[in-house]
């Protein structure tokens, strides 16, 4: 394949940026086999994310970023996706923490882009850390699982809590002061390459913290000099639809090569049952309606954001709840349609058995745990109804 140029123009619009992630698609499905394998992402598909373009979307203008919003990284995503889940995956964590980075001071934005804006951030959000608190920051330790993409990135975002006050904090750590442990052996997004990152004793500079709670509240030391919208949206909840584009993605790359192997598989006589096409057409609604479920309120939360308006108190359960129901009508619909692949589909190696766990694996994200999205979301439904809860 001849080589993705790089963007004529540091910002790119909506449909620049979907027309490059449909190109990069085919790259990242040659791959796939490959970033399984080697338990990472191939080097390549790292730099293609950073020649088109598409891992700035959300990064500030003012280091080579377009300041696009979430709902399109989630249309990105769902290109991407049913190409290779574990890649897109961590193309979805790297675009994030593009943005993340821009909520931060300022000065920790130049700590990490001012030699190079294409410098890529990983993060562990659980609060293993221990901080204490020492004149100008803080002192770290802690073991940090589950970092997506840590292979490729100068800097790792670690949760934690400050002794003594129990506040949770996320801290911004130079990867070279800490260690990486190779510890990522799984059943499901093997590629994403998610090992642990191990501090012991590190020096974190105040600015390179941010507490979690200005974090969810979407009130960001960086959103006083990113003066976007998106800078002001809520960590949590509002983020979780890159999660859901991910599984809605994989999903439909898995029932796309389903449809292409239950058409040929034994003689084409499968495909002419009638059990086998209500299947198809029964999976392909379900998805389809997560896509619009999770699509739709991504982009109505996204124009409210624009308008100003906050999100981060009631607004965000409701997202959050949406998010997590348009994940499940996905799972369900998974589990149906490998259900019926037939037994040769569960040899390592083809497509179905790979995407089939690597959604298997994607559900249990906690961003997309639906009864905790069906609890919030309720709860803030009965409260504004007049209910003490």
Not at 41 to 54: H, N, R, S, W, Y
């Amino acid at each position: 394949m001849n080589a993705i140029l790089k963007p004529q123009s540091p910002c790119l619009t909506r449909e620049e940026a979907l027309a490059r992630a449909h190109e990069l698609a085919p790259r990242l499905r040659e791959r796939s086999e490959r970033c399984t394998t080697q338990r990472s992402v191939p080097a390549e598909t790292i730099q293609e994310f950073k020649d088109t373009g598409l891992v700035k979307l959300m990064q500030p203008k003012a280091y080579g970023g377009s300041e696009l919003g979430r709902d399109v990284v989630c249309e990105v995503i769902q290109i991407l996706a049913p190409a290779c889940g574990s890649q897109a995956w961590v193309y979805h964590v790297l675009a994030d923490h593009a943005w993340m980075l821009g909520t931060y001071a300022a000065q920790a934005q130049q700590d990490v882009w001012g030699k190079d804006p294409d410098t890529l951030v990983s993060s562990s959000f659980a609060p293993m850390a221990r901080a204490r608190a020492v004149p100008g920051g803080f002192i770290c330790s802690g073991r940090h699982g589950f970092s997506s993409g840590i292979d490729h990135v100068d800097w790792v975002v670690c949760g934690g809590l400050v002794e003594g006050s129990n506040e949770e904090r996320h801290f911004l750590i130079p990867r070279t002061d800490g260690t990486v442990l190779d510890d990522w052996n799984v059943n499901g997004l093997e590629g994403t390459g998610s090992k642990t990152f191990l501090v012991n004793e590190v020096f974190v500079p105040e600015h390179r913290t941010i507490a979690v709670a200005d974090a969810a509240a979407g009130r960001g030391p960086g959103s006083a000099v990113n003066t976007a919208p998106l800078y002001r949206a809520p960590r949590f909840g509002y983020t979780s639809s890159g999660f859901s584009a991910l599984v809605v993605g994989m999903a439909q790359g898995l029932l796309d090569e389903w449809l292409t192997y239950t058409a040929k598989r034994r003689g084409g006589l499968n495909a002419k049952k009638e059990s086998m096409q209500m299947l198809a057409g029964q999976v392909s609604s379900e998805i389809a309606s997560a896509e619009l479920l999770y699509l739709s309120t991504i982009r109505d939360a996204t124009r409210r954001i624009n308008g100003g308006e906050n999100l981060s108190e009631g607004g965000v359960y409701c997202l959050q709840g949406h998010f997590a129901y348009a994940t499940q009508l996905v799972l369900s619909a998974t589990v149906r349609i490998y259900n019926a692949s037939g037994a040769m589909t569960i040899y390592r190696g083809n497509s179905i058995e790979r995407q089939f766990r690597n959604i298997m694996a994607s559900v249990q994200h906690v961003s997309v745990d639906w009864p905790t999205g069906a609890a919030v979301h309720g709860a803030h439904l009965l409260r504004g109804r007049g209910a003490a809860l």
